[in-house]
């Protein structure tokens, strides 16, 4: 709940025409994520489809812990892609290989996907919405039983 606050709410336009929730959160992500979203669910199909998109980073809750899912086959692909690519032409490339070795430094060939730190997080303002009535609920029905 704490958490939830602090972090920036954002309209995605649908307060008027609702839909559901992986609906929502799958048009803010859209084709590449270019608004940077981490996604934090629990539903598998929402998963799924956020798995093909490179570069959503996946939150789950595992028992109680939020867990940060590792980058989908998609994600690294692309990352791949981009190193890969990097805007190098081959000479550049050649002496780049040629200066590494030089200096000791192996081609290492095993490509590493690393997790990428991100600070903020948007949530969409029905989905917090959302999160925060869950949570007042669960708070209500701790005072009950205390
Ligand atoms: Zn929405």
Redesign the pocket.
């Known amino acids: 709940m704490q958490i939830v606050k602090q972090y920036p709410i954002h309209k995605?336009?649908?307060?008027k025409h609702?839909?559901s929730g992986t609906k929502?959160l799958q048009?803010?992500v859209g084709k590449s994520n270019s608004s940077r979203y981490i996604v934090a669910t629990q539903d598998r199909e929402l998963q799924d489809s956020l798995r093909n998109i490179p570069g959503v980073p996946i939150i789950y809750l595992h028992g109680k812990a939020p867990t940060l899912e590792a980058p989908s086959q998609a994600s690294c692909k692309y990352a791949e892609n981009v190193r890969k690519g990097l805007g190098m032409t081959e000479w550049e490339k050649e002496t780049m290989r040629t200066l590494k070795e030089a200096a000791g430094l192996a081609e290492n060939t095993e490509i590493k996907c690393k997790r990428k730190k991100r600070k903020k997080m948007k949530i969409?303002?029905?989905?917090k919405e959302a999160l925060v009535t869950e949570v007042m609920k669960k708070q209500l029905e701790k005072n009950k039983i205390n």
């Open positions: 995605c336009g649908h307060a609702s839909i929502c048009s803010m969409a303002a029905h989905v």
